[in-house]
């Protein structure tokens, strides 16, 4: 597999699979499952979901416990992260970067978790794009927020971490997206602490 930028190499490989083995605990799934309960919420008969940037799936555990008749889709660019994804036959795999992948179909609702703050800021318009025409009528993002663009030294690297308003600059870029809800996960939760992400809420007419 070959990769267009430094954040792809870095995510498919050592401190990828790295992060691989900090991700798998109960407690991220519980906060996990708060979380979707919340987003959900807001939406109707959702019959089909992707993930973009799934890592080993604990996202879309939790979104099929709670929509257990919708189909589940995941993109993720790490080997170690789809080998867990294929262990779980209810999810179908794409093992590709987000910058390589072309949209097969259209799924009711479209996410992308910690994924953007990720992506080299001269690659966003493209997965912008692929977000929206991946969507068929949901489209969330949940990430660090920050209202302007700024880079962020994460666990001694540079370049690796990205924090600006992805949510409006998409919902800019396609003026027919409607703004559902949104809504802050504070690390300091009592009882499901996140990593003081945002998240957004989007919906196509």
């Known amino acids: 597999m070959t990769y267009k930028t430094e954040q792809e ?7 990828g699979d790295d992060y691989v083995k900090r991700s798998q605990y ?8 708060a979380l979707f309960s919340k987003i959900l919420t807001h939406t109707r008969s959702v019959s089909s979901v992707i993930e973009f940037g799934a890592n080993v799936g604990l996202n879309l555990q939790a979104v099929g416990s709670l929509l257990p008749n ?12 789809v080998k867990v994804l294929k262990s779980n036959e209810n999810i179908e795999v794409f093992h590709r970067s987000i910058l390589d992948y072309k949209p097969e179909k259209q799924h009711e609702l479209t996410f992308i978790k ?8 001269e690659e966003l318009q ?3 794009e692929l977000l929206y025409q ?3 009528r949901y489209l969330c993002v949940i990430e660090y927020y ?11 690297h540079k370049e690796r971490l ?5 949510a409006g600059e998409i919902m800019d870029n396609y003026q027919d997206l409607k703004l559902i809800d949104y809504g802050f996960v504070y690390h300091r939760d009592n009882n499901f602490p996140h990593d003081d992400v945002t998240w957004f809420l989007m919906e196509k007419p």
Do not use: Q
Request: glycine share 6%; aromatic share 12%.
């Open 26 to 33: 109960k407690e991220i799934v519980a906060s996990d499952l």
């Open 70 to 81: 919708a189909s589940l889709s995941a993109v993720e660019i790490n080997s170690e992260a």
């Open 9 to 15: 190499k870095f995510w498919a490989g050592e401190f």
């Open 162 to 166: 990205f924090k600006r308003d992805f």
């Open 126 to 128: 493209s997965v912008y």
């Open 134 to 136: 991946s969507s068929k």
């Open 146 to 156: 920050n209202p302007a663009p700024v880079e962020i030294n994460y666990r001694g």
């Open 114 to 121: 910690g994924v953007l703050i990720h992506i080299s800021p």
